[in-house]
């Protein structure tokens, strides 16, 4: 029997789990602070960012919401980064990505003060990630590791192989996989558009991430007997719905389930994970900036 990791019921937990140390904070006179900006009017990017500010306000944490116009100039933007660098209510800062072409998208990601850079894409964080000494894991790669986790999914000794090859979730969880620790120590396969023969590696592995931003390209055929398939894939495509559109993954749910002994659905798959640890982040970003000792799950 397959067994489908719930996404939902998992964040449910880190978030209930992350009551306490809030509760640390503010009986130490802290009340944890997210900053959001937006400079797009894309609309899954807006849907996005409200979550990740609904979320806040359920848990406890102080949130504030900056949207930019599209057209702003970049400086706008980097002068509100600097203003939210030194405002000492805000603990953590998000720029939802991507920003406009005009906006040096890694001069946003450098202006972030790298104890605030609750994303973890500061370069400061990304070499710490690298090396084995994380400050902030990204959101989506680390709730793909606290949903393998949940599902007793060995990592350690498994052959993993990550689809797609982002900044922003194929490279950190790579790297996070790679990691000698118990939710790591698995031997890592990256592929992307231009790897040969992608069906003969994506069958072999036991834990198959997919992260193309394709949506349903991985189906039953390749995916292995008794593999884990985590679809971190979130795609809009046209459908005769009341929105004009449903969300579908990266991988062909139904094909792949044929297949699978555990497998992550969309939505309610890695999702509500990424605005969990999100959330995570945030706390722990709190505990680090105020000097108080935050007990984290
Ligand atoms: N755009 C898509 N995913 C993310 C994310 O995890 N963080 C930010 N800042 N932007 C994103």
């Known amino acids: 029997m397959t067994e489908v990791i719930d996404g939902d019921a998992v964040a449910a937990e880190v978030r209930e789990s992350l009551t306490e140390s809030i509760e640390t904070l503010e009986a130490a006179g802290v009340t944890p602070g997210l900053a959001t900006v937006l400079m797009s009017d894309d609309p899954a990017s807006e849907t996005y960012v409200s979550m990740k500010q609904r979320d806040c306000e359920e848990v406890g944490i102080d949130g504030v919401h900056v949207e930019l116009d599209p057209e702003t100039p970049a400086e706008e933007l980097y002068d509100t980064i600097e203003d939210l660098n030194g405002d000492p209510s805000v603990h953590g800062i998000l720029v939802q990505m991507p920003v406009p072409d005009h906006v040096d998208d890694r001069r946003v990601l450098r202006a972030i003060d790298p104890v605030k850079d609750v994303d973890g894409f500061h370069p400061e964080n990304v070499g710490r990630l690298v090396a084995g000494n994380d400050r902030y894991r990204p959101c989506t790669p ?67 991430v997919a992260a193309a931003g394709r949506p349903e390209f991985i189906d039953g055929e390749m995916v292995g007997e008794g593999a884990t398939v985590v679809d971190v894939g979130v795609n809009r495509v046209d459908a005769d719905t009341e929105k004009g559109y449903e969300l579908v ?9 044929e297949k699978a002994d555990h497998i992550t659905p969309v939505p309610g798959g890695v999702g509500p ?17 105020e000097d108080v000792e935050v007990a984290l799950p």
């Open 142 to 208: 680390h709730g793909v590791q606290k949903l393998l986790a949940a599902y007793d999914v060995e990592t350690e000794g498994a052959d993993a192989v990550i689809v797609g090859r982002s900044d922003i979730v194929g490279k950190p969880l790579a790297n996070l996989l790679l990691q000698k620790r118990e939710d790591g120590n698995a031997t890592v396969t990256v592929c992307h558009s231009r790897t040969d023969d992608l069906a003969a590696k994506t069958r072999d592995a036991d834990i198959l």
């Open 249 to 257: 993954g990266d991988v062909d749910y139904d094909s792949a389930r």
């Open 273 to 289: 994970m990424t605005r969990a640890m999100l959330l995570y982040n945030t706390v722990k970003a709190a505990g680090l900036q």
